[in-house]
């Protein structure tokens, strides 16, 4: 049985319209503004709204919305180039003339990358006749289902408590059935929830328990039942500092893999983008949780970052009677060029005798 865990959407965002011309574009001329003052401002534009709001999307995913832009000077404008302040926002507009009072539709669409985050781009529109762009923010979140407030917590040296708070994006009231694998913390307190909310405050001491890289919070969210936060402790510097666990010659930018909740022979597809790779590289993969397996099933060109590869993987849980957390190391590495790459594959697997009641989510 094979499921890729992208093929949920869980939220929609704003469709892309591009609308083909405005009327009279086609006869307009546009006016070289030659007064000095003049050219060392903005060109006379503004966007409604005045905020290109991408919305909520799930890592790895992208976003698109169209804004409207409109010339409220006296002249027409030649638009000559638009530009995002990152490579990941790419805008592109309707038209490239637009006459005095008339509008252009432009489109941003953004590739977030995998970090549950919130983003705060700009995409800088340039016009014949003056040097600086008009600039319109973009924003955009990428979560899960369920948000995690800040997605790495800073730890005490001496007493590590992990303060989390975590929300439900669509407001669906959710319990947490375990932290870091357990429904008790290292000090024996109970951090799982008897009720369901919509919100939960977490605080996980652990004690004389390892600090894990990243603590796993497993729930009953119906959409998004697994989310993990990065812990940041000296223990943990120490530990990827360890020949072991750096990476050589190869690089990416989805630290970790959430799988969320699978099944016991249960099949995942999964996408991790690499650099550093050869087209003739065919790299062996690993992850240390023996309960799984995960296969090489090939890798494509990145369609946006040149040297870039995005390498398909499968990951089965192999064991027919696991259950429980998955918080594994993973290793991907070319062992002729001495390359290795690390990342980490996070989930929760559920008891065989649930599967019978999983109904539509294949």
């Known amino acids: 049985m094979k499921r890729s865990v992208w093929t949920a959407v869980l939220f929609a965002v704003s469709s892309v319209v591009v609308i083909g011309g405005v009327p009279g574009v086609a006869s307009a001329q546009p006016v070289r503004n030659n007064d000095p003052a ?79 985050s919130k983003i705060r781009k700009q995409v800088n529109v340039f016009a014949e006749g003056y040097t600086r762009p008009a600039t319109v923010p973009v924003l955009a979140e990428v979560s899960f289902a369920v948000r995690v407030e800040k997605p790495s917590v800073k730890l005490s040296v001496n007493e590590p408590i992990a303060e989390v708070r975590i929300e439900a994006i669509d407001g669906t009231p959710f319990r947490i059935l375990r932290v870091n694998g357990k429904e008790v913390d290292g000090k024996g307190t109970k951090v799982a929830t008897d009720e369901a909310a919509k919100s939960h405050d977490i605080a996980y001491a652990f004690g004389e328990e390892e600090i894990p890289t990243y603590l796993v919070v497993e729930t009953d969210h119906p959409e998004g039942s697994v989310l993990a936060v990065r812990m940041e402790h000296p223990a943990i510097s120490k530990r990827e500092m360890e020949p072991e666990s750096r990476d050589y010659g190869l690089k990416t930018e989805r630290h970790f893999m959430n799988i969320e909740s699978v099944y016991p022979g249960e099949t995942v597809e999964v996408v991790l983008p690499v650099s550093g790779l050869a087209e003739i590289d065919v790299p062996t993969v690993s992850v240390d949780d023996e309960r799984l397996e995960v296969r090489y099933m090939g890798k494509t060109p990145h369609p946006e970052k040149r040297s870039w590869f995005n390498v398909k993987l499968f990951v089965t849980v192999k064991d027919r009677n696991a259950s429980g957390m998955i918080n594994t190391g993973f290793k991907l590495e070319v062992p002729d060029a001495k390359q290795v790459v690390h990342s980490f594959v996070i989930g929760s697997i559920r008891p065989a005798s649930a599967a019978a009641n999983k109904g539509s989510r294949e």
């Open 38 to 116: 003049s050219a060392r401002n903005a060109p006379p534009i503004v966007f409604e709204p005045e905020v290109c709001d991408l919305g909520i999307g799930k890592p790895g995913e992208k976003m698109h919305s169209t804004i409207t832009l409109r010339n409220t000077g006296t002249t027409p404008l030649k638009i000559t180039r638009l530009k995002g302040s990152c490579s990941c926002t790419v805008p592109s507009i309707s038209s490239d003339v637009i006459p005095p009072g008339e509008t252009a539709e432009v489109t941003v669409e953004m590739d977030p990358g995998w970090l549950p």
